[in-house]
């Protein structure tokens, strides 16, 4: 009979790789936490209005991308694509806005989108999310990329280049589509697909295609920079100020586009030249008008989203990350001891001692090599006869040295070896 394999563009984690992904969450939670960043747990899916309305039915990700169905209700649900739109559905469901003026979450799990798996890029792919609500001080924005800065340099992360843009606001950003859309007019036989559809509903898209030929054109297009009101020019000067106080470098660039609808003022991604076209590891910046436009109060905000398989195909986790090995083996000889052996293994399990035994009736000279095979620190060598006499082996796996141990002293003096390792 065939083997049933996993969908195309979803993935498993094996064990050791869970390690790492344990590594770079707990790196997330420290540091965020820190911050005064709280985790919240979202279901993964939800009602498909949310991501039209919160992400934009313009969109790549809603037109192309979501997995919606149709369920027996009769409602259509999606598998959420992002997870902004979520957080900001909980946030205004739970009535947390009432609770404090400023709110900082964070939240880490898998979204899906059915788009072409490539390196770092999958159909179900996970991310780290932080989002900080009911700010829009631009200290607010240089604060949430220092954390996010830190973070990257705790779990190693080398080699990377942090890129700001300013999408401006509802009052300066309407002249600057206008001028985009004359700007691409009589140039439309030379893009895509794609972006001949989006002329007519979001025109700086272009800025966001990957296509070469769709590059080309916009290489002359004017800057979004050169058209941005008085207010949302200071504001891009104080977060790049607040961010040259803390000597984090950065570069502006005039052509960044994020590819949600809900960006405006600061946004920014954080590259590295590893993984080909789709290079950024990190993006994220402004949503003022999100929250009100999800049925909320008028309350501002800033996250970012950190695309958790990028993120580790492009670190060096350190061993301290790798599951510890067993603080001891038990190799008994003789069904007697094999009996004693998975009593004591299990007793000391639930004292907090990584026990291992061995329940087949393998020779002792196996036994051994399978718990040096484990880097066990100790072993315990149990048989029939040393049961009798009350007494075992416990050999010291690093020195190789080998004592005899009381059976009726065993419990404690293994409890009391361990802890002092």
Not at 216 to 237: K, N, S, V, Y
Not at 273 to 291: F, I, K, T
Not at 379 to 397: N, S
Request: hydrophobic share 35%.
């Amino acid at each position: 009979m065939e083997i049933i394999t996993a969908v195309k563009g979803f993935k498993d984690i094996l064990p050791e790789e869970t390690e790492k992904w344990r590594f770079v969450e707990n790196v997330a939670r420290e540091v965020f936490s820190r911050f005064g960043f709280r985790e919240i747990r979202l279901p993964v899916l939800e009602k498909t209005d949310l991501f039209k309305r919160g992400i934009g039915e313009s969109t790549d990700i809603v037109e192309k991308e979501m997995y919606t169905f149709l369920d027996r209700g009769d409602e259509y649900l999606t598998l959420r694509p992002e997870a902004t739109a979520s957080v900001i559905r909980a946030y205004l469901e739970h009535s947390l806005h009432n609770a404090q003026a400023v709110t900082r979450l964070f939240t880490i799990g898998p979204m899906f989108r059915r788009e072409r798996p490539q390196k770092g890029r999958f159909r179900q792919f996970h991310q780290i999310d932080a989002e900080l609500l009911g700010l829009d001080d631009p200290r607010a924005d240089a604060e949430i990329i220092l954390m996010l800065m830190h973070f990257l340099d705790r779990v190693g992360l080398k080699k990377v280049s942090l890129e700001l843009n300013s999408l401006g606001c509802s009052s300066c950003r309407p002249a600057f589509r206008n001028v985009i859309t004359e700007f691409l007019q009589g140039k439309e036989a030379g893009l895509c697909d794609d972006c001949k559809r989006r002329l007519g509903t979001n025109p700086l898209r272009v800025f966001d295609c990957k296509s070469k030929e769709c590059q080309e054109i916009i290489r002359g297009a004017p800057h979004l920079g050169d058209f941005l009101c008085g207010d949302c020019r200071e504001h891009f000067g104080k977060v790049t100020s607040a961010l040259e106080e803390f000597a984090i470098p950065y570069t502006v660039n005039p052509g960044m586009v994020r590819g949600l609808d809900y960006y405006t003022k600061t946004t920014f991604e954080v590259t590295t030249e590893h993984l080909g076209s789709q290079n950024a590891v990190v993006g994220g910046g402004r949503y003022d008008r999100l929250v009100q436009e999800l049925g909320g109060p008028d309350i501002p905000g800033i996250g970012f989203a950190v695309g958790f398989e990028r993120l580790l195909a492009l670190l060096e986790v350190p061993e301290s990350a790798s599951a510890p090995p067993p603080d001891i083996f038990l190799a008994s000889l003789g069904e007697q001891a094999r009996n004693l052996a998975f009593t004591l293994c299990n007793q000391w399990r639930l004292k907090g001692i990584y026990a291992e035994q061995e329940f087949s009736s393998k020779s002792l000279k196996s036994q051994m090599k399978k718990a040096g095979r484990l880097n066990c620190s100790y072993t315990l060598i149990l048989g029939d006869r040393e049961i009798e006499e009350r007494k075992v082996e416990l050999r010291d796996m690093k020195t190789g040295t080998q004592q005899t141990v009381s059976l009726d002293d065993l419990d404690q003096h293994i409890l009391n070896l361990i802890k002092e390792r």
